[in-house]
């Protein structure tokens, strides 16, 4: 009652009977733009008062491997750091940008909650924003390429997710790929290709969730010396790109697209800089995360990538069901899985499907940082009653599975 009463009403929630109740999209885009604002003034202003840092705002292209022209005006830089992010990917559905669409930028500002969606894209930004939008209200199908959603998660996870997002009445199709859009009397129309049949699917809206791409276009990339590969920008384990004084952090080197990631290169990209360090990039234990609901966050290797690497690979799980907080909260959905070595014992990856999996993934990075077991995590005293104590539990699952290989 007291989060109905004081805080509902900021997200955008109207009424307090279940049947009654409707949202305000225009108020929680005006919410989540102030927090925004908020978060970058805060980032701008402590940039301008450093009286070590010259902030300029503009387009930057390199001319040389030392110059930079910013909206006409030319810099000079011994060293250099690029950290220009990526953006949606482009569309190559035939007739989709003559019906128009929208991707994930746009879909966060809103402010008419349309009456239905298409969103082209499985994986974790169709995920996220196919759940959102079906909660808001809106009547959504989901059509995705790969055989199953989330294709680079635990298989486990990805089934489950699955099942959670048709129970709430997602329209789920996989093994879908998008032919074309069209219009029809007025309508948007996207036909996919399922079970070797043509289907055709109408909505307001299409959001093209295909994921996103290294920004590298008319950075001056080629006149600074700076190589790509595969569409990314090349760099080594130190995030030295082809050009001897320039770096490179984020997601324009590819891989795990994620704030965290870029955070992570952020300090060995300018010690290495600075200070001449060397010091080297680590991706073994990036985490990642889908804020869907239950959340879903992971660690390392799937079951299915350990095997396959040559492990003998031993699995700890347990249920959110049979957790007490779990069920104190009304949130018993989903599971825990560590997955170990069987012969050395070492984490080689961990996969959650439950409320507040962000968080709770931290556990295992931590203990996979130094190639850590998951003993610690077993034999440490957690809060009762707390969610943590369903990690401790897939922890301890697996000290029980290697005893048994071990007969101790």
Do not use: C
């Given at each position: ?48 008062r450093n009286k070590h840092i010259t902030f300029f705002t503009g387009h930057a292209e390199l001319t040389s491997p030392v110059d930079i022209r910013v909206d006409g005006r030319q810099i000079t830089a011994e060293k ?329």
């Open positions: 009652m007291h989060l109905v009463k004081h805080r509902a009403h900021a997200f955008g929630v109207r009424g307090v009977n279940p049947d009654a109740v409707t949202f305000d999209l225009a108020a929680a885009v005006a919410r989540k733009d102030a927090i925004v604002k908020s978060i970058i003034d805060g980032i701008y202003t402590a940039l301008r250099t750091i690029l950290a220009v992010g990526a953006h949606p990917a482009t569309v190559d559905i035939p007739g989709l940008a003559e019906v128009g669409y929208i991707t994930n930028d746009e879909a966060l500002k809103l402010e008419r909650l349309p009456a239905s969606m298409i969103v082209i894209g499985a994986g974790y930004i169709g995920v996220e924003f196919a759940q959102m939008y079906a909660r808001f209200g809106t009547k959504v199908t989901m059509l995705g390429r790969a055989r199953r959603v989330m294709p680079h998660e635990d298989e486990e996870v990805s089934a489950a997710l699955a099942e959670v997002l048709r129970a709430e009445g997602t329209d789920l199709y996989t093994s879908a790929p998008v032919l074309r859009a069209e219009r029809e009397g007025g309508e948007k129309v996207v036909v996919a290709q399922i079970g070797g049949e043509e289907r055709r699917f109408r909505a307001d809206v299409i959001l093209f969730a295909g994921g996103r791409v290294s920004r590298v276009d008319e950075l001056g990339l080629d006149q600074a010396g700076v190589e790509l590969e595969g569409g990314v920008i090349r760099v080594g384990d130190t995030l030295l790109t082809t050009a001897p004084n320039i770096w490179s952090i984020g997601d324009a080197n590819g891989g795990a697209m994620f704030t965290h990631r870029a955070t992570y290169d952020g300090p060995i990209a300018a010690l290495n800089a600075v200070r001449g360090l060397k010091k080297k990039i680590d991706y073994r234990v990036v985490p990642r995360a889908v804020f869907s609901e239950p959340a879903v966050a992971s660690v390392g290797l799937t079951e299915r990538e350990a095997r396959e690497a040559g492990h003998e690979v031993k699995v700890g799980k347990h249920l959110f069901a049979h957790t007490g907080r779990a069920k104190a909260i009304g949130q018993t959905e989903g599971f825990v899985k560590i997955v170990v070595d069987g012969k050395t014992g070492e984490i080689l990856g961990a996969h959650i499907l439950g409320a507040h999996a962000d968080i709770l993934i931290h556990q295992v990075v931590t203990a996979m940082y130094n190639h850590g077991t998951a003993e610690p995590i077993a034999k440490s005293i957690h809060i009762h009653p707390t969610l943590s104590e369903a990690v401790k539990s897939a922890a301890k699952a697996i000290g029980a599975e290697l005893a048994i290989k071990t007969g101790e």
